[in-house]
Structure formats: C-alpha cells, structure tokens
C-alpha cells in the first residue's frame, strides 16, 4: 500500500511525510548511534573503488535496488520502478552499474557515489544511480547526509536538480519525500514510528549526487 506518493518541500533538507517526521541531523548526532562513513576503504580519487555487490556495515546493506525493483535508464540516470518483495533485501546492479566508493572533496572524505546507466568509469555517470538502504532492525531514526551540485558563484551551471527519499516498512508500505536539492551539502533526519525497514534514494541532479555519513540504530529521542 503506498501511503503518500509524494511530498513537495520548499525547504531542502526539511522534508516530512506521513509517518515520516524531519528532525536536525545534528540532533541524532548527540544520541547513541552507528555511523557509516565509507572509510574502511583507502582514500582515492575518482572514479576510486568501483562496488559490483551491495555494501554491508553492520546492522546495514546498501544496494543499487530492492528485489522485486528494477532500474531503468531516464535521461541517464536511474529511475526505480515496481514494488520490492518482502522480505526487504538490498540488491546489486550491472557490472560497473551499482556503486563507485572515492574521495569527495565536498565531504573531505570518502563517500559513496550510486552509479547510473552510464557507468562507474565516466565522470556523467558517477552519482546519477539510485540507492537501496536496509537496515537489520527497523529504525524509529535515521540520517544520512547528501551532496548535490558544488558551489557556483559564476552561475555556469545548471541549477540542482531533485532527489526522491523512498521509506519502507517491513511489509512494503510506502512514504515517499522529494527533496530540491541545493548547492553543497544537506544534512538529513527523519524519525518515524512506522519503523523504516529500508530507504531507496533517486535522482535527478545534474551533477549527481554522493552520499555519506549514514545515521542509523540511533537511540530514540524524547518528544
């Protein structure tokens, strides 16, 4: 059952949904928790480590898609399409097609960049992929911070694009967010009582978009 299909936000990184709720990243920060930040990896720069399996940390998988999803190719980036198959599992793409762990100069560390149909080897193709997260234990809250577009004072670039936060529950029920992305980087964080199972991530930025600093198993907070 999908609860919302969408929610369109002004404001980028204060993004609520049924049974979503937003709350400062900074916040969860202050509360116990784990964090993945993609460091178990030697620093390099792009295209850096090419992934063709799903990542895992503890308590955490990452995937291109969730089985019974498939990644179809929009406009050269991935777009997700069909309902995943509980129980809720993180799957790979195509060779050279799910993930691409590097150095970024926006985080000043690793981060994990999702792949798109253009491949991990080209620049246009590093960022536009989407993500699957699926967490061990259902988490009342999590964050994750996201990087769009860099800084342009010249204004030679195109404009951020979006990117579209898909939460499922442990049956499958859907809320979905789509943020505007912004210049640099958001810092993310949802809490919610439904208990998120798994998060799927798209986008549409032109410059792509990486991922670090993943919150999760975090001590639920009062209030």
Same mark, same amino acid.
């Given at each position: ?17 049924? $049974? ?31 992934? #063709? ?6 308590? !955490? ?11 179809? #190719? ?44 253009? $491949? ?34 010249? $204004? ?31 810092? !993310? $964080?949802?809490?919610? #009582? ?30």
């Amino acid at each position: 059952m999908i609860r919302l299909a969408a929610a369109l936000l002004v404001l980028p990184g204060l993004a609520s949904a049924e $049974g979503v709720l937003a709350v400062p990243y900074d916040d969860l920060l202050l509360q116990p928790h784990r964090i993945e930040r993609f460091d178990s990896l030697p620093s390099a720069p792009e295209p850096g480590h090419r992934i #063709d399996q799903h990542w895992r940390a503890p308590g !955490l998988s990452i995937g291109e898609r969730l089985v019974g999803q498939s990644a179809r #190719d929009s406009d050269g980036f991935d777009a997700l399409t069909g309902f995943p198959n509980p129980p809720l599992r993180a799957i790979p793409g195509a060779p050279g097609q799910t993930f691409a762990i590097a150095h970024h100069a926006g985080f000043g560390s690793n981060a994990l960049f999702p792949v798109g149909p253009k $491949g991990a080897d080209l620049p246009e193709g590093r960022g536009e992929g989407s993500a699957a997260l699926v967490f061990d234990a259902p988490q009342t809250a999590l964050g994750l911070r996201l990087h769009a577009e860099y800084p342009d004072p010249l $204004g030679q670039r195109p404009p951020p694009g979006s990117a579209v936060v898909t939460f499922y529950d442990a049956a499958g029920d859907i809320t979905a967010i789509t943020l505007p992305l912004s210049h640099g980087v958001l810092s !993310l $964080g949802w809490r919610s #009582d439904m208990g998120i199972t798994a998060l799927t991530i798209e986008n549409t930025d032109p410059g792509g978009i990486a991922i670090d600093d993943i919150l999760y198993d975090v001590t639920a907070l009062a209030g």
